[in-house]
């Protein structure tokens, strides 16, 4: 089954103590990006990659890393999360950003930083 | 900065009855998404605008866009319960590195029995 699976779904951690999201597509899809979702806010975009090795900037991505070393897999890195980064992440992918194809969204991953 | 706005951000609608959401967004864009998130799931894609004078439909949904206005629409006809959801659109404009979606903040839709 095609899909984009985001690992893990639930996530509680404390200030300070770095965590990876995972993200996988089984589409060969070249095009990956990782969103926040925040209530009033809609989505707001991290990063996302047009291919391997190439990652750029969202309009939030402060605080977030990145890292897109072979096509499949998107990590999303908070190398010192903070409370402001209790969020519900989204990662999603789509064939390439220059064709019509929407994204494919992953199941979301609720992290909360105490 | 590209701004998306949607509106209403709130809907509450009675079966049967007709209605329309807005998007507006701030600069020109190459192409428009219509997307539905029920709660506590992931998103769905419905529609993708690309051009000027664009109309898809899809059951009781219609998008349209209008990108001299820079405005799309999302027309809901005869509502029923589960068209309940939030319904976001995104505009993607083309940077030097490549695409970037933005989102408006979503339309959370109800609709009552």
């Known amino acids: 089954e095609a899909q984009v699976t985001q690992n893990p779904r639930y996530l509680i951690t404390v200030t300070g103590k770095k965590l990876t999201v995972t993200c996988s597509q089984n589409?060969?899809?070249?095009?990956m990006s990782w969103y926040r979702q925040d209530p009033g806010l809609g989505l707001r975009q991290i990063y996302y990659s047009m291919n391997v090795e190439v990652t750029d900037k969202g309009d939030v991505p402060e605080g977030y890393k990145v890292s897109r070393k072979e096509k499949r897999n998107f990590p999303l890195i908070l190398e010192s999360p903070s409370p402001n980064q209790t969020s519900l992440y989204f990662c999603a992918s789509s064939l390439y950003q220059g064709a019509v194809s929407p994204l494919h969204f992953g199941n979301g991953t609720r992290l909360t930083v105490t | 900065e590209l701004k998306v706005e949607q509106n209403p951000l709130f809907l509450s609608m009675q079966e049967g009855k007709n209605y329309t959401i807005y998007c507006n967004y701030s600069?020109?864009?190459?192409?428009l998404y219509w997307y539905r998130q029920d709660p506590g799931k992931s998103l769905e894609s419905l529609f993708v605008l690309l051009s000027n004078g664009a109309v898809k439909q899809e059951g009781r949904l219609m998008a349209s866009l209008d990108t001299k206005a820079r405005l799309s629409t999302l027309h809901i006809t005869a509502a029923v319960h589960d068209l309940s959801a939030t319904y976001f659109c995104a505009v993607s404009i083309r940077g030097t590195s490549g695409s970037r979606l933005t989102f408006g903040e979503g339309t959370q839709l109800t609709v009552n029995p």
């Open positions: 589409m060969n899809h070249e095009y």
């Open positions: 600069t020109t864009s190459d192409r």
